[in-house]
């Protein structure tokens, strides 16, 4: 309630980070949609403009993440992905659909915590930013200046991706 709340009055978006497994986008599910057991009160208690920031099996591959930071699925992994793909909500997100595929197909999962593995400051200096950028980019190109997106913010988003790219970090992508 309170997340939704603070969304409604500062009219900023809301961005999910999760860990990379089907657990994660549950968590995600409850605060964009509502829990079954809430389900008498869920206008009151879901925030529906939640964007998935991450953490993404397509991230993956584009942050060119070791191998270290992978973990086998499990079968109560691989059992609640397939739960998840049948819930009704999800004919209304293809991308989440698809990153849950993907999961399923590599067999793999990724905690935000073993991101650590890759630096200290890799999750908050890195990933992130670069997330964010791509994030105000997307909105910037789909609806312009009306998200109160400034031209310097995607130039700035230019910047950080071109810099990224140099350094072999990728980009994110789309909510």
Request: overall charge negative; hydrophobic content about 40%; glycine content about 6%.
């Amino acid at each position: 309630m309170f997340l939704r709340l603070l969304c409604l009055e500062t009219n900023l978006p809301v961005l999910g980070l999760m860990d990379c497994d089907p657990y994660g986008l549950k968590i995600l599910s409850v605060y964009k949609y509502g829990s079954i057991d809430m389900a008498y009160d869920s206008n009151h208690l879901t925030t529906p403009g939640i964007l998935w920031l991450g953490l993404r099996q397509s991230d993956l591959e584009t942050y060119h993440l070791p191998q270290d930071v992978y973990t086998d699925l499990v079968d109560d992994d691989r059992t609640a992905a397939s739960s998840l793909l049948q819930l009704p909500f999800m004919d209304l997100n293809p991308n989440w659909v698809s990153e849950i595929k993907m999961m399923l197909n590599t067999n793999r999962k990724v905690e935000l915590d073993s991101l650590c593995m890759l630096g200290f400051g890799y999750l908050s200096e890195q990933y992130l930013p670069n997330k964010i950028l791509f994030l105000a980019r997307h909105y910037y190109e789909v609806v312009g200046e009306e998200l109160g997106v400034s031209r310097l913010v995607m130039e700035e988003a230019d910047e950080v991706e071109e810099e990224a790219a140099a350094e072999g970090h990728g980009q994110g992508h789309e909510a």
